[in-house]
């Protein structure tokens, strides 16, 4: 659905007062503390979390969690009555003739983003990036996957050239080395997310496609469980496994079956919101995993660092329905 950019901002302002700290930067950016991870723990006055206009459309995201998205997505996760609401102006605000509606879209050009692969590191190849990826104990039979650039914006400007559209929204992408992870679906690249390699920034994803986002989809088999993870590199870690790309695991159902999905979030019995996320997944009848009270690590990837067996001992912390709900009660911290 096209919602207009007036609609987007209307909904933003309605949703700031939900957002500690909140304020306009400029007419098409706000600054606020992102309620998702809570922003800085050690400083109550630092802000991360932004809502910003590219292109018509408003988008979210945070630079303490990673968390970006559509806000139009943020608010469905999040302020479900407010989406609602949205829908319905966005609704009346459109209203085409059905004839129109039919015209514009058959004169849209289809344009499918490419990868030249050719002109990319592998990161094996790259001195910078393998101290990296060694360091973070990547299993070397996932370094296919990986690539990387001296500079991101680059190529995503070459991307972009090729698929004959406006480069400027290139503009907010940093020019900076990174390691690079394509998301492909059916062998086309629809997300490109570079992992920074220097500065504070860590995480940034180009968007070539309006499909929701999902990492690794064409290497499941879905004859077994599949594991949902936020981060691409968390991922890796774990067969069978694909990364949503935000905190948002459940849209995982739009690749496959509810039934063959298990979620990973992260493992933080004190974090509100962090445990409010899982409860609303087993009440949405997903399949979790809710990690061991000796696992003291956050992320899987440094469970793994730190010798625990995460991939031969995973199935069995897998839980659902009321034995999911009994096992958080015991797991959680607030």
């Known amino acids: 659905m096209n919602i207009p950019s007036f609609l987007q901002k209307q909904f933003v ?3 700031s007062g939900y957002l500690p700290r909140f304020s306009w930067e400029s007419p098409v950016s706000c600054n606020f503390r992102c309620p998702i991870c809570g ?3 050690k400083s109550k006055t630092k802000r991360r979390g932004y809502i910003y206009e590219s292109r018509g459309t408003w988008w979210y995201k945070c630079q303490n969690c990673g968390h970006a998205d559509y806000f139009t997505n943020y608010l469905r996760e999040f302020h479900r009555v407010l ?24 004169a849209e050009p289809t344009k499918i ?6 002109g990319l ?29 001296d500079d991101f914006r680059h190529v995503v400007v070459n991307i972009l050239s090729d698929m004959g559209v406006d480069t400027d929204a290139a503009a907010k992408i940093q020019p900076k080395p990174a390691i690079l992870i394509p998301f492909f679906i059916n ?3 629809s997300f ?3 992992r920074y390699l220097e500065g504070d920034f860590r995480y940034q994803t180009a968007r070539f496609s309006d499909i929701t986002k999902c990492f690794g989809v064409d290497d499941i088999d879905d004859s077994e469980d599949i594991y949902v993870f936020e981060g691409p590199i968390k991922s890796l870690f774990i067969d069978n496994a694909i990364a949503t790309a935000d905190a948002s695991l459940e849209r995982a159902v739009d690749y496959f079956p509810k039934e063959k999905l298990v979620l990973v979030f992260d493992n933080e019995p004190r974090a509100e919101i962090g445990v409010r996320k899982i409860e609303k997944a087993i009440n949405a009848g997903f399949r979790v995993v809710i990690f061991p009270d000796y696992i003291k ?10 010798g625990i067996p995460v991939n031969d001992n995973i199935a069995s912390w897998v839980y659902s329905g009321l034995k999911a709900k009994m096992m958080l009660k015991r797991w959680k911290r607030i």
């Open 13 to 15: 302002n309605r949703v």
């Open 39 to 41: 922003d800085s723990k």
């Open 83 to 106: 989406y609602n609401e949205l829908i319905i102006d966005a609704i009346r605000s459109n209203a085409p003739h059905p004839q129109t509606a039919q015209s514009t879209k058959a």
């Open 113 to 118: 983003a490419t990868l030249d692969i050719s």
């Open 121 to 149: 590191v592998p990161v094996r190849d790259s001195d910078t990036a393998l101290a990296y990826i060694k360091k973070r104990m990547i299993p070397e039979h996932q370094w296919g996957k990986l690539y990387y650039t």
């Open 187 to 189: 062998k086309e690249l």
């Open 192 to 194: 490109l997310q570079a």
């Open 297 to 306: 690590q956050k992320d899987v990837d440094d469970m793994i660092i730190d």
